[in-house]
């Protein structure tokens, strides 16, 4: 019997490549992802900071199997990704201020909670060419569609726990994390349907805006930054004055 006459071999075939380009998929878009939760726990008590990346991750992916069935047609409305963009610009603000002021107040301040809010927004806002991708890869085969956001959760958990260490040895790596989510913005905002009718920039200009949100988004961090612990200093002089006036 010609089991390729049948169209066996040729579905296998079609399963198995379907199956390859998904793992490809979300091995090449896990990275930023993966920044945004190490940046998010790393405030987070270090006995606290694995639940944090497993739960937001896993409530990430769970709500990516919801809106892969719709997320196509969002995309073309005008001005969703352009509020996704202006989203993620300020989640990678507020993340780098709050890492920052941990670095070097040496305070875990953020809570288990408020990590996992940080990291389900931002994923669900970043993820959207993921969950088309796959979406598209799997070809309408549910299997591969769930197996693709489903591989996403280890890939990105594994990539964000080595991150979040090496975020503590390698505070730099703070910064690059920071300048990645602003040219994650830049890129959401210019291909935004509406944002495109009237700004096409050619590749080389493309690469320019992503640069310049980046350094934005470093610029506006560390002046936030300043006025944050400006503001501590002072609660701080005003606490040890009050102190010191008890004491006499």
Do not use: C
């Not at 670095?103 to 990590?115: P, Q």
């Not at 806002?125 to 070809?139: E, Q």
């Not at 470093?218 to 002046?223: N, P, Q």
Request: aromatic share 8%.
């Amino acid at each position: 019997m010609n089991f390729a006459e049948l169209g066996i071999i040729s579905l296998d075939m079609a399963f198995l490549s379907s199956l390859f380009s998904i793992i490809i998929i979300d091995l090449v878009l896990a990275g930023d992802n993966a920044v945004v939760i190490a940046m998010a726990v790393r405030s987070l008590p270090k006995e606290q900071r694995i639940k944090g990346i497993f739960y937001g991750a896993a409530a990430a992916v769970l709500l990516r199997v919801v809106l892969t069935f719709f997320v196509a047609e969002l995309l073309t409305m005008n001005y969703v990704k352009l509020i996704g963009g202006l989203v993620i610009l300020w989640i990678a603000v507020k993340l780098f201020v709050e890492d920052e002021e941990a670095a070097v107040t040496h305070h875990e301040t953020a809570s288990l909670g408020h990590a996992i809010r940080f990291i389900v927004v931002a994923d669900i806002t970043m993820s959207v060419d993921n969950m088309l991708a796959v979406g598209g890869a799997s070809h309408g085969n549910l299997f591969l569609l769930l197996f693709g956001l489903g591989l996403s959760i280890p890939l990105i958990v594994f990539t964000s726990s080595l991150l979040s260490r090496l975020m503590e040895k390698y505070p730099v790596i703070i910064y690059a994390g920071a300048g990645i989510l602003g040219a994650v913005g830049a890129d959401m905002i210019l291909t935004d349907p509406i944002v495109a009718s009237h700004i096409a920039p050619g590749r080389t200009a493309m690469y320019a805006i992503k640069i310049l949100f980046a350094a934005g988004v470093l610029g506006i961090g560390h002046f936030w930054l300043k006025r944050d612990l400006k503001k501590l200093e002072k609660a701080d002089k005003s606490e040890k004055r009050l102190d010191a006036d008890k004491i006499g």
